[in-house]
Every structure is written in structure tokens, then in C-alpha cells.
């Protein structure tokens, strides 16, 4: 069998235990997953088969493309974040996936076309999809049967006030639409406490190794281990350069790995000279420019041979504060080139 020289292992027990340890934060709600952007890189149907068995009931997707990939697998619960356009209406009332209604033109479509039980989006300060008070007050609702009504905190990341205002503002909006259940916190705000909670929160970050929050530090677990082929060990002499514009020179005589990865695969080039492989705990740095398909790594005085595998350094808080990048860039970014192990 053919084997790609660039592997993403992935941790069912860190993605489960992630799930129970924020299922368990949020006290009396339910917790669902966001599985958006194929399970934020590492496969949205592995992530929502796994995470079913463990007893997620409810999922969220953007589209309704990303729905109709997961329609097979019958799960318990799957909602669509974007609504329902007109494209989308079709595929839709098959009944596959509900939509979150974000505007009042989505209400009236879902209304006219005698769609079902839809969830809906207030806007409490973020101001890019949902609707507002004025929305309500005009009546786009009437006539529907409303699920979930959720809100989106901006800033929950921050210690902001933004998200006790926009908390506030979604218990006044909410409670001028009759709805089974109401949804605030995302990862970040699961870790903002109780108030929060309500009856379903929905994160995405944590579950994947994500820490949004210093309260999630040693609390949620890393899931994904992007590991690449050793395809060449070279001795690089003291005073020679290493990759593209020459921006590291070999202070002695050093021994290089060249690893089949690169910013194609999504790490990007602010890990240029910053990012790293293990070698069990031994952490190797990488020298020079990162480039499309390869990438350097120092292993001078380590049993490194043409061939072998490194794990490269995909601690995501870490992995960010490296490249600049954030942790949600690092991992949708995540290229199509991986060979994808359980």
C-alpha cells in the first residue's frame, strides 16, 4: 500500500476527554461540538463519529455543503450556522440538518417554504450575522417554531466587558422569542463561568487542543500530532546557509534533517527559525526559512536517518505564540496532504 510521506495522528481519547472535561464545565447544559471546516482540519466525520459514541448530541456545521457530507451518519442532532439561502432550500427541507435562521429575510424564506423547527441567531454586539432588536420587533419570527435561540460572544477570549454586555443583551432578546433552549458560550466561553452556560454550549478551539482561556490550561489535551518523513540527512558546514534568502548560517559544523512539510500543509512561515520537531521529549529546532513542501531541522548529535519520522511541535498555544499564527488558523489551515491515523 502506498504511504504519503506526511502523516496528522489524531487522539480519540484527547478529543473525548477534551469533550467530557468541557461537558462537565458547563454544569446542567448540554454540550455540543462544532465541527465546521471538516472538524476544524482533522475530519469532521471522525470527529462527529467519535465524539456521538461519547455522547455529544449536538453538532454545528456552517453550510449546508458541510451537512449533507456528514448526512450519512445519522447523528442525533446537526444544525447549519449560515442559515438557509435560497441555493440551499432544497437540500434543506430533506431534513438532513436545521437551519440557524440569522436574519429576517432567512425567517420569512423558512416560513414561506413550511419549513419546520429552526434554530435562530441574535446579534448582542457582535454585528456580523443575526438578528436584532428591531428584527423582533417587526415580527420576523411570528409563526415560527423556534428550537434554539444562541448569540455569539465577540471577545470571550478578553477580559472584556463586552461579554457581560452581550450576555445581557441576549437574556432581554431572548426572552422576546418563545424557545425551547437558549446557547451563548463557545470554548472561550464555557471557561467564563456559570452565568454563561444556559442549556446547550457549543464549543469548537478546546475540543481540538485549543486553549482559548488561561482556565483551560492543563485541562484540555492536544489531539492533533502532525508527523513527517526524514527525506534527506545532510552536513551543513560552519559559514553555509540553509534555505531560501540565506537566513541561517551555520554558526559549526551541523547535522540537517529536510522534512517533507511546509506551508502548503499549513505551517506557515512564521515558524521560520521558531518552530520545532521532538524527538521523544527533545525538542529539535528548525533553522532557516520554512518553505511550500520542506522544512530544516538542527539534529546535530541525535540517531536521525533518511526515512525516519519526526512529530513536529503542534502544541497549539505554543505552536501560535511561534508563528504568530492563531490557534483556529493553525488548525483549519491544516493541509489537504496528510495521511490522517488514528
Known amino acids: 500500500m502506498f504511504e504519503l510521506p506526511l502523516r496528522l495522528r489524531r487522539d480519540a481519547d484527547a478529543l473525548v476527554a477534551n469533550w467530557r472535561a468541557l461537558a462537565r464545565l458547563s454544569g446542567t447544559a448540554a454540550c455540543g461540538a462544532a465541527i465546521k471546516a471538516d472538524g476544524y482540519g482533522l475530519g469532521a466525520s471522525w470527529v462527529a463519529q ?10 454545528f456545521v456552517a453550510t449546508w455543503a458541510e451537512a449533507a457530507a456528514l448526512a450519512s451518519l445519522g447523528l442525533p442532532s446537526l444544525s447549519v450556522f449560515h442559515g438557509v439561502r ?9 431534513g438532513i440538518a436545521t437551519p440557524v435562521l440569522n436574519t429576517a429575510t432567512q425567517a420569512s424564506r423558512w ?11 441574535l446579534d448582542t454586539g457582535m454585528n456580523r450575522l443575526g438578528l436584532d432588536e428591531g428584527d423582533l420587533a417587526a415580527g420576523a419570527l411570528d409563526g415560527l417554531t ?18 457581560s454586555e452581550q450576555r445581557g443583551r441576549f437574556v432581554a432578546m431572548a426572552e422576546k422569542v418563545a424557545a425551547r433552549r437558549l446557547s451563548l458560550a463557545n470554548s472561550a466561553g464555557i471557561a467564563l463561568g456559570p452565568d454563561y452556560m444556559f442549556d446547550l454550549t457549543r464549543p469548537g478551539l478546546a475540543l481540538y487542543g485549543g486553549v482559548p482561556r488561561p482556565e483551560l490550561a492543563g ?3 492536544q489531539v492533533a500530532f502532525p508527523e513527517a518523513q526524514v527525506l534527506q540527512r545532510r552536513t551543513v558546514r560552519a559559514g553555509e546557509a540553509v534555505g531560501y534568502n540565506a537566513t541561517w548560517v551555520a554558526p559549526a559544523d551541523t547535522d540537517v534533517a529536510i522534512l517533507n512539510y511546509g506551508y502548503a500543509d499549513g505551517y506557515f512561515r ?5 518552530g520545532g520537531a ?6 529539535l529546532p528548525l533553522i532557516g526559512r520554512v518553505s511550500m513542501d520542506l522544512i530544516a531541522i538542527d539534529v546535530t548529535g541525535h540517531d536521525v536517518a533518511e526515512g525516519d519520522w519526526l512529530t513536529v511541535d503542534f502544541d497549539l498555544p505554543r505552536a501560535a505564540a511561534q508563528s504568530g499564527m492563531s490557534q483556529y488558523e493553525l488548525l483549519t489551515g491544516l493541509g489537504t496532504r496528510f495521511e490522517r491515523i488514528d
Not at 467519535?50 to 453538532?59: E, I, K, P, S, V
Not at 416560513?111 to 441567531?121: I, K, L, P
Not at 512564521?270 to 521558531?274: E, I, L, V, Y
Request: charged share 20%; proline share 0%.
Open 50 to 59: 467519535t465524539l456521538a459514541a461519547a455522547g455529544c448530541r449536538d453538532f
Open 86 to 94: 435560497d441555493e440551499d432550500m432544497e437540500l434543506a427541507l430533506s
Open 111 to 121: 416560513r414561506s417554504a413550511g419549513g419546520g423547527a429552526s434554530h435562530v441567531m
Open 146 to 163: 423556534i428550537d434554539t435561540v444562541m448569540s455569539h460572544l465577540a471577545s470571550a477570549d478578553d477580559e472584556s466587558a463586552q461579554n
Open 219 to 221: 485541562v484540555i489535551a
Open 270 to 274: 512564521g515558524f521560520s527559525s521558531r
Open 278 to 283: 521532538l524527538l521523544g521529549d527533545t525538542v
